[in-house]
């Protein structure tokens, strides 16, 4: 697959610079929200697949190939982003919600358009708010699973009290 010195400088940048920040985050946080952060690359992939089948967007380069132009989006930045806003505002929905909405804000009306001006990736079949909106809905997965995490044994119990009822 052809891919330009440009374009591979930077999926290089986007994937190792949000890794390099968990340098920083703790290694009793990166117990705590690993889990979450694992499902949303995961759940991210599979809506990656689902838009570039979709045609959402369109990267500059000639062939499409979703190793060298989706997948650094998914395991870059994604996973350190979801697990330090965790970090920063898990336990005040409020709070989560409005970081969540300024992160995929400036992604998709601002960094979108950079994106855009440097030849990466564009938007197609979507505008920018329609965008955000495919970027924000994942926020409430996050956080429903990051409770389930550190609620899973009071969970479990009410599953089996159930049943056994």
């Not at 290694?27 to 089948?53: A, P």
């Not at 930045?77 to 920063?88: A, E, H, T």
């Not at 979507?126 to 965008?131: A, D, E, S, V």
């Amino acid at each position: 697959m052809t891919m330009t010195k440009k374009h591979l400088m930077f999926n290089i940048g986007l994937v190792l610079m949000p890794w390099l920040t968990l340098l920083f985050f703790g290694k009793q946080n990166m117990k705590r929200y690993s889990i979450s952060g694992i499902f949303i690359v995961i759940f991210e992939i599979i809506n990656h697949l689902y838009g570039n089948k979709r045609k959402w967007w369109k990267f500059y380069d000639k062939r499409n190939w979703f190793i060298k132009d989706e997948l650094p989006f998914s395991i870059g930045p994604y996973m350190p982003l979801s697990m330090w806003i965790l970090k920063f505002s898990y336990g005040n929905f409020k709070k989560f919600v409005l970081l969540n909405a300024i992160a995929d804000s400036l992604f998709a009306f601002i960094f979108m358009e950079f994106l855009k001006k440097i030849k990466i990736v564009r938007l197609n079949r979507l505008n920018n708010f329609q965008f955000f909106l495919y970027l924000h809905y994942k926020a409430y997965l996050l956080y429903g699973v990051q409770y389930l995490a550190e609620n899973k044994d009071r969970f479990l119990n009410r599953i089996k009290k159930g049943i056994l009822k």
